[in-house]
């Protein structure tokens, strides 16, 4: 069954052009929304949290559409925006007593019920008492989402979730959307590839509004096939590199660098192909170097 599916969507800001012409399909389970800053994340997923109208298109959510049928498809819907500001003065448990009140859980043992299970589905019940501002990214991120999960939603939006979390948090927290999209269909945006690619099966790669590929990672991996390259030179041509190819990453060796390099013709000099990565892959669509 398809989770949503979006048709020709198009979304200006005044004359400027945020989304064009938009088709995205997805199913159940978990997609990623790859794209770098500014590419329109945030915007494709404040229009699907039905905060945000849009120009011309069409999006369905299992089965109800956006606009006519806007209310049903809230009661299906959890959302954890960019930039989540909770008031912290409250405690965990009471932000999300709070939450749930404007959800519309208003039976006092259900309400009950509910916020205690998503605080343990969050891993934050030892921390339920505590004031919110006692507690660090990771965990203020944890209740995002358990504000999110509140109702019971079947799609949760997630729009960059894991943005300025430490290594760890970042562990923790991909581990825990792995878990709820057992239950749950999750829409994850980010512009870090490690975020999705343990997790992810099916991605879509945005950029400057358009949508550049949607497919498996390992497909979108395989956008990079014959145009990933090692190159390795010495110091004195590091600018040169630099300026003439699409770095992805270097190392020293000795006296001398090695770039992993996206270029369709093969380049000159000390130079061996490589196995291409989701990342190789991403840097390929996004600037336009395929096979
Ligand atoms: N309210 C607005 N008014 C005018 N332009 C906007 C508005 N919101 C976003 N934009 C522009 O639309 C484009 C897409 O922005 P959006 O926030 O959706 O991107 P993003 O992929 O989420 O990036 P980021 O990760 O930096 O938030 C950007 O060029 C941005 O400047």
Redesign the pocket.
């Known amino acids: 069954m398809l989770t949503l599916k979006i048709e020709g969507l198009q979304k200006n800001?005044r004359k400027?052009q945020?989304l064009k012409n938009i088709n995205l399909h997805m199913e159940t389970g978990l997609f990623g929304l790859l794209?770098p800053?500014?590419?329109?994340?945030?915007?494709l997923m404040k229009i699907l949290s039905t905060i945000l109208p849009f120009q011309d298109g069409k999006v369905t959510i299992y089965d109800f559409d956006l606009v006519k049928e806007g209310d049903k498809v809230r009661q299906l819907l959890g959302y954890l925006p960019?930039h989540f500001n909770v008031p912290t003065q409250f405690t965990g448990r009471e932000f999300l007593h709070y939450v749930a009140s404007m959800k519309g859980i208003t039976n006092q043992q259900g309400r009950h019920l509910q916020v205690e299970k998503v605080l343990e589905e969050v891993n934050l019940l030892p921390q339920a008492n505590k004031k919110i501002k006692g507690y660090s990214g990771g965990m203020k991120r944890r209740l995002g989402i358990a504000q999110a999960l509140l109702g019971n939603p079947k799609l949760i939006i997630l729009d960059?979730p894991t943005a300025g979390l430490d290594p760890s948090e970042r562990i923790r927290f991909r581990n825990l959307i792995e878990k709820l999209s057992k239950d749950h269909s999750i829409i994850l945006s980010t512009?870090i590839i490690s975020d999705i690619e343990s997790s992810c099966e099916n991605v879509a790669v945005i950029y400057q509004g358009e949508v550049l590929f949607q497919g498996s990672t390992e497909e979108l991996a395989e956008k990079a096939v014959k145009v990933v390259w090692e190159l390795s030179v010495p110091f004195s041509e590091y600018d040169q590199v630099e300026k003439e190819y699409v770095i992805i990453s270097n190392r020293k060796e000795k006296d001398r660098v090695v770039f992993r390099i996206i270029s369709k013709e093969k380049p000159q000099g000390e130079v061996s192909p490589v196995q291409p990565t989701i990342e190789d892959g991403y840097m390929a669509v996004i600037n336009g170097v395929m096979p």
Do not use: R, V
């Open positions: 800001y400027f945020a794209g800053n500014g590419a329109g994340k945030s915007t960019q960059e512009h």
